[in-house]
């Protein structure tokens, strides 16, 4: 079955700085992708960035960028120079087609000035 | 441009009562759409999701049933609400990547009280 696991479940950076979320995933799936979103406040869930997996150059959006690393079935994103507005949950998330998305648990991030 | 509404946006409702929760998307046909529900502080679960009008598939059994009685419109109801379902409820739509690959977009959610 497929599973999504992020393990840090906070993390805090200062603001201008970098940090990296990790999440690693269990399938045996050859064709699918990785999302992550990120949740504010609000509460609305807004996509941030997209892997697909045959692709083996990471994906990069503006101060997001991704580390896929397939074989270890790892999907790390890390956010450059952090303002205060990145601070919220971020879920990494799997689909391997079937109309299914698999959410990780989330990693809340801080953003301290 | 797509978008996506959700009301109400909150809602506190006495256990036994009756729910419904809408969904509408504007800007595209016959999309895919979802129901999560979340719990304080956790992730998101998927209740059901629909890939046409009258087409329906629940992937938890509970207490609380979905309907789309037209392309763009999803709706999340319940006879009798219990304590356990509050919590907060997304709807999503799906845009087709490729070779049968989605991604989702979210509504702003509706968060509900049982009382």
């Known amino acids: 079955a497929q599973t999504v696991t992020q393990s840090q479940p906070e993390m805090s950076v200062q603001e201008a700085e970098t940090v990296t979320l990790s999440c690693t995933y269990d399938?045996?799936?050859?064709?699918?992708?990785l999302f992550w979103y990120k949740q504010p406040p609000s509460r609305q869930m807004i996509l941030v960035i997209r892997?697909?997996?045959?692709?083996?150059q990471n994906a990069t959006e503006n101060r997001f960028s991704v580390n896929f690393q397939k074989a270890a079935k790892s999907f790390s994103l890390k956010i450059s120079d952090s303002q205060l507005g990145d601070a919220a949950m971020y879920f990494c998330?799997?689909?391997?087609?079937?109309?299914?998305?698999?959410f990780g648990a989330g990693t809340r991030l801080a953003v301290h000035p | 441009s797509q978008t996506i509404h959700q009301w109400p946006a909150t809602l506190v409702q006495p256990v036994g009562s009756p729910l419904s929760l809408e969904c509408t998307v504007e800007?595209?046909?016959?999309?895919?759409l979802y129901w999560y529900r979340q719990a304080a502080g956790r992730g998101l679960q998927l209740l059901f999701y629909?890939?046409?009008?009258?087409?329906i598939s629940s992937e938890v059994p509970q207490n609380l049933s979905a309907s789309r009685p037209q392309d763009r419109q999803f709706i999340l109801s319940s006879k009798k609400l219990l304590l356990s379902d509050s919590g907060f409820y997304l709807c999503?739509?799906?845009?087709?990547?490729?070779?049968?690959?989605?991604?989702?977009?979210f509504g702003p959610g509706t968060r509900l009280t049982v009382t």
């Open positions: 999503a739509w799906s845009a087709l990547l490729d070779r049968g690959h989605y991604e989702q977009y």
């Open positions: 399938t045996s799936e050859s064709d699918y992708y």
């Open positions: 998330a799997y689909e391997w087609g079937y109309n299914k998305l698999i």
């Open positions: 800007g595209t046909s016959n999309p895919n």
């Open positions: 892997q697909e997996a045959y692709k083996q």
């Open positions: 629909s890939v046409g009008i009258g087409q």
